[in-house]
């Protein structure tokens, strides 16, 4: 069965530093988007993306966050400078067309990520 | 403010002892109510998608229905697999991709 595949699965990495979380989604999806779930917490959204641009960030994807999708099978999150309240795990999802039509929004198993 | 809420927090069952989930949600305009199972460590993993009152959808032991206030997930004579914590979640289509998930109810079945 398809699914998606992030990587790493842990990162460890200093306050300051830049991480690179990586994400290949399933293969005739065209829709991608982050998630992250800080431990205890709810799971929240971070950002949706379409068509090589983003549709939507919510009000944590500040300026430190971007995503890119650099090639035709990767999708990736970028921390520029990581703070310690960036300790989470992050997700990403994709769906084939819009999930609120279809009903089906995949996620991966998540990159857990730990800032000292 | 468009919000969701869970209950119970945590739920112990014994093998073979069905219950229900209850989902609360407050949204302006609701285009989706959404079931995930989350295993420790892993990411949710998609159960039923509801999206009118009075709609109700199965798969195995599961069963989810929808009213305009509240979603439940009936469980039928759970197993110990089935032990998870089953999230809720909505899209009402104010931000574009936007799931807002309730925290979850742990669920544990004992044998």
């Known amino acids: 069965e398809p699914e998606v595949t992030q990587t790493p699965s842990h990162q460890v990495t200093q306050m300051g530093q830049e991480v690179i979380l990586r994400c290949v989604p399933i293969?005739?999806?065209?829709?991608f988007y982050w998630y992250r779930q800080i431990l205890g917490q709810k799971v929240e959204f971070l950002v949706s993306?379409?068509?090589?641009?983003?549709?939507?960030k919510s009000e944590i994807f500040d300026d430190q966050f971007s995503v890119e999708r650099p090639d035709g099978s990767n999708f990736t999150l970028k921390i520029r400078s990581t703070k310690l309240e960036d300790s989470a795990m992050y997700f990403c999802?994709?769906?084939?067309?819009?999930?609120?039509?279809?009903?089906?929004?995949?996620f991966g198993e998540g990159s857990r990520l730990t800032v000292l | 403010e468009d919000q969701v809420t869970q209950s119970p927090e945590a739920l112990r069952l014994q093998e073979g002892e069905s219950s229900s989930l209850n989902c609360s949600y407050t949204v302006s305009g609701l285009r989706g109510l959404f079931w995930y199972r989350q295993d420790p460590g892993k990411g949710p993993e998609f159960l039923f998608t509801?999206?009118?009152a009075g709609e109700e959808k199965e798969k195995e032991r599961l069963k989810a229905t929808l009213t305009k206030k509240e979603s439940f997930l009936h469980i039928t004579a759970p197993k110990p697999e089935d032990s998870a914590t089953y999230l809720c979640a909505f899209y009402s289509g104010t931000s574009y991709g936007k799931l807002t998930f309730g925290q979850g109810t742990i669920l544990t079945v004992h044998p």
């Open positions: 999802a994709s769906s084939e067309v819009t999930f609120w039509d279809t009903g089906e929004l995949f």
């Open positions: 509801l999206y009118s």
């Open positions: 993306f379409y068509n090589n641009e983003i549709s939507e």
């Open positions: 293969s005739n999806h065209l829709y």
